[in-house]
């Protein structure tokens, strides 16, 4: 019984401490987007013009493939986090009523 709380546990602490590390066009990466760029790059390569095509078992290279073919730049873009919040958390491009 032992064994199985703690391959629990691992199970919810790997799970939990995933972070998205960059967008591929629209599409969240969990990894460096490879899937996703090889996924857009065989759709661009084979002429894929329907998402029935994007049909492989990872699902990064599905979105990759699939933003191709609705027209998708193919761009890496890094995310950060708190890029639009100041040091209390709130929205930076917020408007606070003094000026």
């Not at 969990?30 to 078992?57: I, L």
């Not at 998708?72 to 040091?87: A, K, N, R």
């Amino acid at each position: 019984m032992k064994i199985f709380y703690a391959v629990a546990l691992l199970v919810s602490m790997l799970g939990s401490s995933i972070a998205f590390a960059d967008k591929f066009d629209t599409y969240k990466c969990t990894d460096d987007c490879s899937g996703h760029q090889e996924g857009y790059d065989w759709a661009k390569e084979e002429g894929v013009d329907d998402e029935e095509s994007c049909s492989d078992a990872s699902q990064s290279f599905n979105e990759g493939c699939r933003s191709f073919v609705h027209g998708g730049s193919g761009v890496i873009t890094p995310v950060d986090e708190d890029e639009d919040e100041d040091e209390d958390g709130a929205d930076a491009d917020a408007d606070d009523g003094d000026e």
